[in-house]
């Protein structure tokens, strides 16, 4: 059987998808904790369902990726930059797993409900309890800033890939014909 070129259609949607809202949430988040004007309120109510929707949307990438897999890397990659590649998509699936995952946590340790609209909440998954909340948010900011630093690295090696390899790296995740 002849490993496939490109990522499934489903696998790209997934991608994209996720990539724009990551950056959103990214920029929602930072301009959340720089304002204390009623924009904060509405920020807020853009994060939460968004970092639910985001989890959701991992949990799925994951499992496609484990059904389809990931077009082979050129086989003139080496192997310092095969083991880069792997660890870095491994540290941004992490990333994006954990992060809804300990924004929920934080709030639920605030006791703040996690709206996802209008009286629909979701359940607490820690208990109430102030300290745990401050670990949580600390961490959940450090791991938003681990997130956009992969994210850029994540970027650069797709612009590396597209414009000075030109191997079909970043064609295999765009939909257009990679190179032979």
């Known amino acids: 059987m002849k490993p496939h070129t490109q990522f499934s259609p489903l696998a790209r949607l ?27 309120n509405v920020l807020l109510a853009i994060h939460r369902p968004l970092g639910i929707a985001l989890l959701l949307l991992v949990l799925i990438r994951i499992g496609v990726r484990l059904m389809r897999g990931a077009p082979p890397l050129p086989a003139d990659v080496p192997a310092p930059q095969r ?10 699936y992490a990333l994006m797993l954990a992060m809804p995952l300990v924004g929920w946590s ?6 703040f409900p996690v709206t996802l609209a209008g009286a629909l909440h979701l ?14 948010r600390s961490l959940h900011t450090y791991l938003a800033f681990a997130l956009f630093a992969t994210v850029l690295l994540h970027l650069a090696a797709a612009l590396f890939h597209g414009l000075i390899r030109r191997d079909g790296v970043l064609a295999s995740m765009t939909g257009r014909l990679a190179r032979r």
């Open 14 to 40: 997934l991608h994209w998808t996720m990539a724009a809202a990551i950056l959103a949430m990214l920029f929602v988040g930072v301009g959340m904790v720089a304002t204390v004007s009623r924009v904060h």
């Open 83 to 92: 083991f880069a590649a792997k660890a870095s998509h491994l540290v941004l």
């Open 106 to 111: 934080m709030l639920s340790a605030g006791g």
């Open 123 to 136: 359940p607490p998954i820690v208990p109430q309890d102030v300290r745990l909340y401050a670990l949580l």
